[in-house]
Structures are given as C-alpha cells and as structure tokens.
C-alpha cells in the first residue's frame, strides 16, 4: 500500500531516504505495525459489514481498538463517538478512518514542543536516564547524545547501570562510536559514585551535557529506587540544579504491561519526561493513550530503531498522522454524497479521496 514506503521485502538502501525525510517518516514508519493493523482489521470490518448500520458492528470496532494496547477506557469512547456520530448509518472506510483519527488526536491532546530538553540556563545540562531492564535505556541515552552532537553541544556518558552484567561496556561502545567522552563504572560498584565522577569530568572538560545511564533492575525495587534517589542527589551537590532531565523509557512492545512496570520510577526518580522506546518493533502504539493519562510528565521522544539517528521528537500531530496516514483526509474535505456503481441511496456525507 502506498501509505507505507518500508517493507521487510525491500532492500535497505530504499528505506534509508525515507526515514531521513522528517519527523512524519520518522512516525509513519515506527508506527507501522500499529497503523497495518489499524487500517487492516479496520478495513477488513467495513468490508465484512457492507450495508449493515454501524450500530450493528462497532462492538467489533471496538475489539480492534483494544488490540493496539490503547485501553479499555478509550477504545470504548472511540466506539460510542463513532456510534453516536453514525448512528442508523453505512459508514465507508474514509470517513470512519477519519473519524477515529479525530477522536485519537482528542484523546491525546495538545502538547507540542520543538526542543523537549529542559537545557540549564547556564553550565552544563544533566540527564538522567531511567526504566527497567530491557526497556531501552542505554540505547536511548546513544541517540540522545547523537542528537546534542549534532545539535554541536559536547557530551559527557556516565555509566551508572554497574547492575547488569555487560551494560558499562556496552554504553562505552556507543561513547566510542559516537566520539563523547565516557565515564565506566565498575560492575557491582556504586553507580552514585559513577554518576559523580561523570558530573564532575563533565565540569573540568566544561561539556555541555551528562547523560547518566542507571540499572533497571537491583536485587530489590526498593534498593533500586534508593539508589535512584542518591543518583539524583550526588548529581545535585556537583552540577546545582541537575539532574534538570530525568527521562523515563518505556518499552512501547511492553504495551500497557510496561506501563504498570515502571509506574515506581516517575516518583522515586523525579522524572520529567518520557522516552517511548521500540515504538518500530509492535502494533502496540496505541499504548500512548494510556502513557499519557497515567504518567503526568509529557512524552518527549520517541524510539523508532537501533541507530543513533532513531529518535523523533515526540508530536501528537505527527503520531496521529503516521498512524492513520495522510491520505485521512481533514474535515474540509468531507463533502457532498457518496456516489456508487449501481445506485446507493444511503445520505450519508463521504470522504474524498487525496
Ligand atoms: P536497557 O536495558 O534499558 O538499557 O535497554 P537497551 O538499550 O540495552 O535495549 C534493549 C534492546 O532493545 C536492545 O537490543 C536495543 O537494540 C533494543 N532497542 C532499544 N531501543 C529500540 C528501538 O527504538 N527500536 C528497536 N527496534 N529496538 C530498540
Ligand atoms: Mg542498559
């Protein structure tokens, strides 16, 4: 389908150009599985359901809202939104589409920013990076210092995970890659001490940002979450008013499980924001719904790959549009009647093709 350029079948190098494109590309292919399955099961219903009202299927509509992890909650808002709005009506696949991308960019709101990071006004900017094991924490903190490189600022990584077996190499592997400096921990030593040793080379090379990585997992929560608490003190007594970013990330192929798995981090480490990771790897983009009702701290990246350079700053324009594709016409272009081979009498307005 022309909504999606990336296809497993095709090769690399048609991929690269498109995701280089923008931060819609970006969106529309992170959100790919998410919007395949949307716009398939959504399509496959319509069809099933040629000429019956939509007060006959939208239980089923609903049963296709849940499966993208948006929740309960608003899976049945989207549904009673649609049967209300076409109520005793045939519904074509444009305008349902558009409709449930409207109700989608409802649910979300409004919160668009250009530049998510809070920078200190004045010495180097500290950000902390938090979340369980697995969720995609060090390779956030890569694309995160990929983006202040290009941005021309200096970067400082401190790895604080010294828990799991291997994370400080693998951070130093990104340092490397990346040409920042680099602060190790040793594995099974105390990560405040990392995260103050990080802060203090951060001042001496006078760096613009540190980017502290922490363990998702310890021997218990509570020890983990005490120790997230003495990270964010030491960084405080070096850099005053650090860290000034505490970034939750959250694993987007955890779905609403993920959610309730970090729900512990947002207050023990002060978070200021969140990194939804592996957005590219599930159908579970609905998941940002409930993200967003859950955590009061706004989403402000998005991970949709492996690489440096897959890190889009998060926008509800964008997202919707990348899950529902910009061939969902807007409202303006809702006209007239919709004309059929073979005589239609059904009134309702249709959606015109873009
Ligand atoms: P951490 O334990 O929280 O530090 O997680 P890692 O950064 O080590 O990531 C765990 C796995 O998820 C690694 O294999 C990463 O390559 C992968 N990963 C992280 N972010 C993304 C993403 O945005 N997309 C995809 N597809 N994989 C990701
Ligand atoms: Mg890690």
Known sequence: MAWFGRSKDRPEAEEKPAKK????????????????????????????KEGQLVDDWSDELFGILVKTDMGAGPAAE???????????RRVHLDELL??????????L????????????ESGPTVVMVVGVNGAG???SIAKLAHRFTSQGKSV??????????????????????????????????????????AATKTIECHADVCIVDTA?????QRNLMQELEKIHRVISKVIPGGPHEVLLVLDATAGQNGIS????????????????????????????????????IPVKFVGVGEQPSDLAVFNVNDFVDGLFGPTVPSTENIVGEKEEEGGDDRSEPHVESV
């Open 21 to 48: 494109s923008g931060l819609f590309s970006m969106f529309r292919l992170g959100l790919q599985k998410t919007s395949e399955l949307l716009r398939t099961d959504i399509r496959d219903l319509v069809t099933r």
């Open 78 to 88: 989207i549904r009673d939104y649609i049967a209300s709005e076409f109520r005793g």
């Open 98 to 107: 558009h409709a449930v991308k409207t109700k989608f960019l409802e649910l």
């Open 109 to 120: 709101g409004h919160d668009d920013t250009s530049e998510p990071i809070e920078f200190a």
């Open 137 to 139: 924490k060090t390779t």
């Open 156 to 197: 400082v990584l401190g790895a604080g995970d010294t828990f799991r077996a291997g994370a400080v190499r693998q951070l130093g592997i990104w340092a490397e890659r990346l040409g920042v400096e680099f602060v190790a921990g040793q594995q099974g030593g105390d990560p405040a001490s990392v995260a103050h040793r």
């Open 216 to 220: 998702g997992r310890l021997q218990t």
């Open 261 to 296: 798995q970090a729900s512990g981090f947002s207050e023990a480490a002060a978070c200021t924001g969140i990194v939804l990771a592996k957005l590219d790897g599930t159908a579970k983009g609905g998941v940002i719904i409930p993200i967003r009702k859950k955590f009061g």
